[in-house]
């Protein structure tokens, strides 16, 4: 979907659930005096090369923007009421009132869309200034985020609506990184405290922050300041000879929520047992270590079960790995990172246990038909895998693949390419 198509399809689903403003008297006429007129945001979806469950433990991680992005056709409302319609909900439209949006109070798919409104408003409270300036609006979204597939297409929505918002509201916050980095702040209070998601945040800055032809290099220790937390790595595949394929292996996430939640959860508690504010502190001790084996096994010695010593050592592993291809991108290898893609997959496989067997089979397919590496990417239980392959491979890998999920009787994956795209902006 071109940003031409995707605005278009976008205000058809506003002036089709909505009408144009003139049907409307509380629009906001001034703001948009025709249905062409209509502006329109978008956001895009993610991939993780490498650095996974590792934001919520204050970790490393190295995500970037998809080329394919959700579309928010938005206009604002002189009162306070949000009205929503979606292209991938027919004929269904989602109301509240931006005074009824809280923790606890909405739910569905609107709920993204109207918390990041609150989250915004809140904001604005905390900085002394005015939350009036989020007024209520219309909006209709269309998107080319394949919904589900681990893509983060809630972020898309999230941060596109975040973007949107900061326009329509004057706030010049996308003007910046410091001000983009608000936005997902923002947008990730939406997903946590009004859509009840308790997921990290790095789809939210992969969303915001991302830059085309590089990749993300997040370091999530709360209280960073923007300069510190975020590092643009040049990341250019088609001068390397390289691509990135995306197998979304269209399985059922199931337990999703739960399964994260408790990943998490032991997660901060055996930060607690070893007397660190996060998992991140041990990542540190470890990587300065000149025995960095040996500082890892004492840590895991002093917890209490087998399970949160595999936990632990993931976390540990995968931000050590963060450092060791962001090292190789640096040098100009982006043809040497697939071991550590490898190792990655191996480990949420064995020790963080959120693989399935249709990531396992897309992982093994693509290296056995010469991938240089392959590995799973975002939460797991299900959604995408990808494998870096020369750019002539591409097909060779996506047939491998195609063929070993009928030969393992699993329904049929879908193919895209992640190229290192744009963050999210006002496309019209
Ligand atoms: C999901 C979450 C992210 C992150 C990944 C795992 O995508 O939304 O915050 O935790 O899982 O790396």
């Given at each position: 979907m071109s940003d031409d198509e995707g605005a278009a399809r976008a205000r058809a689903v506003l002036a089709a659930a909505f009408?144009?403003?003139?049907?409307?008297?509380?629009?906001?006429a001034a703001a948009a005096p025709g249905e062409d007129d209509v502006r329109v945001w978008a956001a895009p979806g993610r991939v993780n090369l490498i650095g996974e469950h590792t934001d919520y433990n204050a970790g490393l991680c190295l995500p970037i923007a998809l080329p394919h992005r959700t579309y928010v056709a938005l206009r604002p409302r002189t009162d306070s009421l949000v009205r929503l319609a979606s292209a991938q909900a027919p004929g269904e439209t989602w109301t509240a009132r931006l005074e009824d949006?809280?923790?606890?109070?909405v739910a569905g798919w609107g709920s993204y869309v109207a918390g990041v409104a609150w989250a915004l408003r809140e904001h604005l409270v905390a900085q002394g200034a005015?939350?009036?300036?989020?007024t209520g609006f219309d909006a209709a979204v269309d998107s080319s985020?394949?919904?589900?597939?681990?893509?983060s297409s809630s972020a898309a929505l999230e941060c596109s609506v975040a973007v949107a918002l900061d326009d329509v509201a004057g706030l010049g916050l996308s003007a910046s990184d410091a001000g983009r980095a608000v936005l997902a702040a923002a947008s990730v209070r939406a997903e946590n405290e009004i859509a009840g998601a308790p997921t990290g945040g790095m789809d939210q800055s992969a969303a915001l922050r991302a830059r085309a032809g590089h990749a993300l290099l997040l370091d999530c220790r709360p209280g960073l300041d923007p300069v510190e937390s975020a590092e643009q790595v040049p990341f250019d595949l088609d001068a390397a000879g390289l691509a990135l394929l995306v197998v979304d292996t269209r399985a059922e996430h199931r337990l999703v929520d739960g399964q994260y939640a408790a990943r998490r959860a032991t997660c901060e508690d055996a930060a607690r047992t070893l007397g660190l504010a996060s998992l991140r502190d041990l990542a540190d001790a470890v990587d300065a270590s000149d025995d960095p084996a040996g500082t890892l096994a004492v840590s895991l010695d002093k917890l209490p079960d087998d399970v949160a010593r595999r936990r632990v050592r993931h976390v540990v592993t995968e931000i050590g790995r963060v450092r060791e291809l962001v090292a190789l991108l640096r040098e100009g290898?982006?043809?040497?990172?697939g071991p550590l893609m490898n190792a990655s997959h191996a480990s949420l496989r064995d020790d963080y246990e959120v693989s399935s067997v249709e990531l396992d089979v897309a992982v093994d397919a693509a290296r056995v038909a010469g991938a240089l590496g392959a590995r799973m990417t975002g939460g797991g239980f299900g959604g995408s895998a990808i494998a870096l392959v020369r750019a002539d491979q591409v097909e060779t890998v996506a047939d491998a693949v195609r063929a070993a999920f009928e030969r393992e009787g699993l329904g049929a994956p879908g193919f895209l390419l992640a190229t290192p795209s744009a963050p999210a902006e006002r496309v019209v």
């Amino acid at each position: 979907m071109s940003d031409d198509e995707g605005a278009a399809r976008a205000r058809a689903v506003l002036a089709a659930a909505f009408g144009g403003p003139d049907d409307d008297p509380a629009a906001d006429a001034a703001a948009a005096p025709g249905e062409d007129d209509v502006r329109v945001w978008a956001a895009p979806g993610r991939v993780n090369l490498i650095g996974e469950h590792t934001d919520y433990n204050a970790g490393l991680c190295l995500p970037i923007a998809l080329p394919h992005r959700t579309y928010v056709a938005l206009r604002p409302r002189t009162d306070s009421l949000v009205r929503l319609a979606s292209a991938q909900a027919p004929g269904e439209t989602w109301t509240a009132r931006l005074e009824d949006v809280a923790p606890g109070e909405v739910a569905g798919w609107g709920s993204y869309v109207a918390g990041v409104a609150w989250a915004l408003r809140e904001h604005l409270v905390a900085q002394g200034a005015d939350p009036a300036s989020i007024t209520g609006f219309d909006a209709a979204v269309d998107s080319s985020v394949p919904f589900g597939a681990g893509l983060s297409s809630s972020a898309a929505l999230e941060c596109s609506v975040a973007v949107a918002l900061d326009d329509v509201a004057g706030l010049g916050l996308s003007a910046s990184d410091a001000g983009r980095a608000v936005l997902a702040a923002a947008s990730v209070r939406a997903e946590n405290e009004i859509a009840g998601a308790p997921t990290g945040g790095m789809d939210q800055s992969a969303a915001l922050r991302a830059r085309a032809g590089h990749a993300l290099l997040l370091d999530c220790r709360p209280g960073l300041d923007p300069v510190e937390s975020a590092e643009q790595v040049p990341f250019d595949l088609d001068a390397a000879g390289l691509a990135l394929l995306v197998v979304d292996t269209r399985a059922e996430h199931r337990l999703v929520d739960g399964q994260y939640a408790a990943r998490r959860a032991t997660c901060e508690d055996a930060a607690r047992t070893l007397g660190l504010a996060s998992l991140r502190d041990l990542a540190d001790a470890v990587d300065a270590s000149d025995d960095p084996a040996g500082t890892l096994a004492v840590s895991l010695d002093k917890l209490p079960d087998d399970v949160a010593r595999r936990r632990v050592r993931h976390v540990v592993t995968e931000i050590g790995r963060v450092r060791e291809l962001v090292a190789l991108l640096r040098e100009g290898r982006p043809d040497a990172v697939g071991p550590l893609m490898n190792a990655s997959h191996a480990s949420l496989r064995d020790d963080y246990e959120v693989s399935s067997v249709e990531l396992d089979v897309a992982v093994d397919a693509a290296r056995v038909a010469g991938a240089l590496g392959a590995r799973m990417t975002g939460g797991g239980f299900g959604g995408s895998a990808i494998a870096l392959v020369r750019a002539d491979q591409v097909e060779t890998v996506a047939d491998a693949v195609r063929a070993a999920f009928e030969r393992e009787g699993l329904g049929a994956p879908g193919f895209l390419l992640a190229t290192p795209s744009a963050p999210a902006e006002r496309v019209v």
